[in-house]
């Protein structure tokens, strides 16, 4: 497989089906001309006229491989058709013909295989007369006999025991191209799909963490040109979130300064003007803020370090019920992920803050299932209801009106949980809570 190395994709099928022939084709030459083959009975007409020609009644030993077997002995009945035996009449009548004997002190009879019959007659002499002959061969085995006097002098070729030689040889030629196939098709195709799935894997990663390492541009001619696209259209959307992050940083500021001008305009303004304008404000640093927060999620380097979850989540449950809030720790034996801590804390927050705002408590499980940890924030709020629940995660998305704007935040929570999950390879969904509530659960993939 060296020599397919860089090559493209026809060039690698090409060589790979041609190197499959060869090898096909060498296993058939080993099979049909390098093995020994096994001789069996193989029998003409006018053989059988020679041998009951003869005086005596006793096979005599033949050079002929193929005569390997015949045997011949005096009985008293002649031969029967029986056990599967098959004759035909007009070879019958020419071994008659050829011996001057009459039909009925003649037998042939052959076992299995139809005899080879050829369209012209062969002239065979036999005691000075000539006798037209089929051109007939038996290759499954025969009897004939003929009488003399009171006795039958049966010659009888045993057909071949077993599995017939082409057959187990068709057999083995199966058997050794494919045995001699599937390393070339095995190697072939782990090449050819190993660079593929490294291509699919690296989208997959791109479309969680656009921050996510460039994909190596190896293989076939196809996947490098396709690996090299790929890494483009990286490089110009982490360009973009990076321009998109600038103009974000650029309005916040430029907003911000306004706001505290207004924030501190409003101070001596009456109690009636000046809360509302100071909610205004605040609600506005908060939105400024929040999709802040938004657009580095996305861009933000993260740390890949080994994280003890169930210790993290604890910590967190620990300090939200030192203030005063609601939170049930309810986590089993200790999990571990690789992430970073911060970004994961950030997350967290947001789903337990969710439920603190909307429930006004939470309880928090963490567990590893198949490979995977598995952390599900519960609350006994108001819900969402089903079919907008995937909708949540959408940049600005509010629950409405089961999660009004008095007690809900910009619609930004979800988003950047979900942003962060897939930077670490996870999941995020929210599922009905039976009893009532909501389940935001959150899978990460274990170290």
């Excluded at 720790?329 to 927050?349: E, I, K, N, P, Y």
């Amino acid at each position: 497989m060296a020599i397919l190395r860089g090559k493209s994709l026809f060039r690698q099928t090409f060589f790979a089906l041609i190197a499959a022939l060869i090898m096909a084709q060498v296993a058939v030459v080993l099979v049909v001309l390098v093995l020994p083959r096994d001789q069996w009975g193989a029998l003409t007409l006018a053989d059988t006229v020679g041998f009951l020609n003869q005086d005596s009644c006793v096979a005599a030993p033949s050079n002929d491989a193929a005569l390997t077997g015949l045997r011949a002995a005096w009985q008293n009945a002649p031969p029967t058709n029986s056990a599967g035996l098959q004759e035909y009449p007009r070879s019958t009548a020419q071994l008659a013909a050829a011996l001057r004997l009459p039909v009925a002190d003649v037998r042939l009879y052959w076992h299995r295989l139809p005899p080879i019959r050829l369209n012209r007659e062969v002239p065979v002499m036999v005691n000075g007369h000539v006798t037209p002959l089929d051109q007939t061969i038996y290759l499954g085995g025969a009897v004939f006999a003929r009488r003399d006097g009171a006795r039958w002098c049966v010659w009888i070729m045993p057909p071949p025991r077993g599995t017939s030689d082409w057959q187990w040889r068709v057999v083995l030629v199966v058997v050794m191209c494919l045995l001699s196939l599937i390393p070339v098709a095995w190697g072939f195709a782990r090449r050819l799909s190993r660079p593929i799935r490294d291509f699919a894997d690296a989208a997959d990663h791109i479309g969680r963490d656009v921050a996510a390492p460039a994909l190596t541009e190896a293989g076939p001619q196809e996947m490098r040109v396709a690996a090299r696209a790929l890494n483009d259209m990286q490089r110009r959307i982490q360009r973009q979130l990076r321009e998109r992050e600038a103009m974000i940083g650029a309005i916040a500021h430029d907003l911000r300064t306004p706001l505290s001008r207004i924030a501190f305009r409003v101070e001596t303004a009456p109690d009636a003007l000046r809360e509302p304008v100071q909610r205004d404000v605040a609600q506005m640093t908060a939105m400024i803020g929040a999709a802040i927060d938004h657009s580095r999620a996305a861009t933000a380097n993260l740390q890949h370090e080994r994280i003890d979850l169930t210790a993290l989540l604890r910590a967190m449950v620990e300090e939200e019920s030192a203030v005063g809030h609601h939170v049930v720790w309810t986590g089993g034996a200790a999990v571990h992920v690789m992430g970073d801590a911060t970004s994961l804390r950030r997350l967290f927050q947001n789903l337990i803050g969710n439920a603190l705002a909307y429930a006004g408590a939470a309880e928090v499980v963490c567990c590893g299932v198949d490979g995977h940890a598995v952390v599900r924030v519960m609350d006994r709020g108001p819900g969402i209801a089903p079919e907008r629940m995937a909708d949540m995660f959408t940049p600005f998305a509010r629950g409405e009106p089961s999660r009004n704007r008095e007690t809900g935040g910009v619609g930004l929570g979800l988003a950047i949980a979900q942003t962060i999950a897939h930077r670490h390879g996870g999941e995020i969904s929210l599922i009905p809570r039976d009893g009532g509530g909501l389940v935001a659960e959150v899978i990460l993939p274990l170290v």
